[in-house]
């Protein structure tokens, strides 16, 4: 405390002392032209990151334009915070070898997406790695994207990948032409399981191990599905 005083009665800025002082600045800098340009209705293309001021390899960054202007909301809505980069979500769900409902979230280009039918989103039980199924597609015909599944930590959610605009891991990859999906395990927002209802005990009785044993094999098993609908 005594030392903030002191920068400040010198008429020094104490926070220059943050490490990430600088970033921050330019993050702000940013986010009121974004502000501004959208409350004017002409958002233009996406504000570059200082990311990408750094790193020019961004491919394509000129095609997303943010579809969700307008100040930050606090929501879990992962679609929410991939549109203001000009991305969006798709959630499937996936249901695990003992019956339980999970969500899975392909993150996509809208310009380059046909969204898939209903039937593709239900719940449902893949065959684990075997007897994938292969069918027509109302994607675009093209080269397979080289998929990706990003899976959270415990007491977590896959939507704290996505809280960092054009930084979160998932848009940028997705930007760079790879097939993200975000997959989240059997505690999720709400538990929910095909038999058992919500104040069930038995939808509490498990622990990391399924989630190990279960839910991971179980989003693999229909990220891999997804990929023989594109072949």
Known sequence: ??????????FTNPEKRRPHYEKEKVRKEIGIESDSAWKKKSPGRTPRTQLDRDDERNVGSEEFTSTEG??????????????????DVEEFRVQTEDDFIIDLWQ??????????????LAARRQ?????????SSSRPSGKPKFP????HGQLQSAGVYCTNDDDSLPFYLCKQGYDVWL??????????HISFSYP????????????????????????????????
């Open 1 to 10: 405390m005594i030392t903030y005083t002191w920068y400040l009665l010198y």
């Open 70 to 87: 307008g100040p930050d909301r606090l929501l879990c809505d992962s679609g929410f915070d991939a549109r203001r980069v000009g991305l």
């Open 107 to 120: 993150v996509y280009n809208p310009h380059a997406f046909t969204p898939p039918k209903k039937d593709a």
């Open 127 to 135: 065959d684990i790695f075997t007897n994938r199924t292969t069918a």
């Open 148 to 151: 990706i599944l990003v899976i």
């Open 183 to 192: 997959g989240n395990n059997r505690r999720g927002l709400k538990p929910e």
């Open 200 to 231: 069930d005990p038995r939808i509490w009785s498990w622990n990391i191990c399924q989630m190990g044993v279960m839910d991971s094999p179980a989003l693999t098993s229909r990220v891999l599905w997804r990929q023989d609908l594109k072949s």
